[in-house]
């Protein structure tokens, strides 16, 4: 093995053999064909793989993965947009069309109560209890001053008040929503207590409310049983006027009554109101402040066994939220 770089010393011509005859040379040269054919096709493969070319001199092209397909942390999350940006399915819409579908505007509510808005105010807050403090606080109603809120009542068993409001106050929620209308509620139990009763009236005003409707249940003594709905009287004084919403309250909150009979088979109240089921306030701030027609309702009385047993059973609380229902939906001209 030479490890020099100067040429091999000339051949003699002593050494120099003759020609071999034709087949001979042919058969060298087949020989070195195929010696030279493995390398040359080892150095084309070699050359694909640097210089990235494929079939045509094109680039390789990578294979889509199926448009399901999702990795790591990002499989139920933010990571899903970022993988389906950098590898989108070949069924995927153009960006022009997904554009399109993107901006088109929700389709508008259906139903007897498209474009009404209705307030629906869960009386009292379960956590009412844990925060007497702050619902003692006085607050201004317009013609007097009164506690922010209350705790509210409770069954004999414990069932509290706070509880049954917001109950068919979603149940109401529900159906209202079926029918078209937006429903906004004062509160969802979304908050540690209250709201006061002047923000309660608060929401109903902002929102330029249709109809406004607060749900509660009385702790009378036993005996006393049925519903009953409270009107506004006419007051004015400070920041309360009632006289644009008198007339449409009662016709509300007669709407309310007569339909609340019918779907809970539950008798107007024997204890007030003459058997009307309608009674006339003028001491309840989510009344007085109120500028858009607004009731309260009294599903029964707590403290009643009788009526107890039907305000814990989640069936007549059902059929109590048919009933506000279809009074709103009456009043409203669904």
């Known amino acids: 093995m030479r490890y020099d770089d100067s040429p091999p010393p000339p051949e003699s011509a002593a050494s120099v053999s003759p020609d071999p005859p034709w087949y001979a040379r042919r058969s060298t040269l087949a020989v070195a064909v195929a010696a030279l054919a493995p390398t040359a096709l080892a150095g084309w493969v070699l050359t694909q793989v640097l210089t990235g070319s494929g079939p045509g001199g094109q680039p390789p092209q990578p294979k ?16 899903d947009a970022k993988a389906s940006t950098a590898t989108p399915s070949p069924a995927a819409p153009d960006s022009a069309s997904a554009s399109a579908s993107a901006s088109a505007p929700a389709a508008p509510a259906k139903g007897p109560l498209a474009g009404r808005t209705v307030v629906i105010d869960p009386g ?15 607050v201004d109603i317009g013609t007097n001053r009164k506690e922010c809120d209350t705790t509210g009542t409770t069954t004999n068993s414990g069932y509290m008040e706070a509880e049954f409001t917001l109950d068919v106050s979603r149940r109401t929620r529900a159906l209202l929503e079926s029918k078209g209308a937006k429903v906004v509620f004062t509160h969802d139990a979304d908050r540690p207590w209250g709201p006061c ?20 249940a009385d702790g009378v003594s036993a005996g006393n049983r049925g519903f009953h709905v409270i009107l506004p009287a006419t007051v004015k004084g400070g920041a309360a006027d009632t006289s644009k ?12 009554a007569g339909n609340f009979a019918r779907s809970t088979g539950s008798a107007p109240a024997n204890y007030l109101g003459s058997g009307t089921g309608l009674v006339v306030r003028d001491d309840l701030g989510g009344l007085n402040l109120s500028t858009r027609p607004k009731v309260f309702i009294e599903c029964g009385n707590m403290r009643d066994a009788k009526d107890a047993a039907q305000l814990t059973s989640p069936e007549w609380r059902q059929k109590a939220a048919e009933g506000i229902t279809n009074g709103i939906v009456g009043f409203l001209g669904g």
């Open 64 to 79: 889509a993965l199926p448009a399901s397909h999702t990795t790591g942390a990002g499989a139920h999350g933010a990571g």
């Open 124 to 138: 009292h807050n379960t956590g009412n209890f844990k925060h007497t403090s702050e619902i003692d606080r006085q």
């Open 197 to 216: 009763i002047d923000e309660r009236a608060r929401i109903g005003n902002e929102v330029k409310a249709d109809a406004v409707v607060s749900v509660h």
């Open 245 to 256: 919403i008198v007339g449409p309250s009662r016709d509300l909150g007669e709407r309310i």
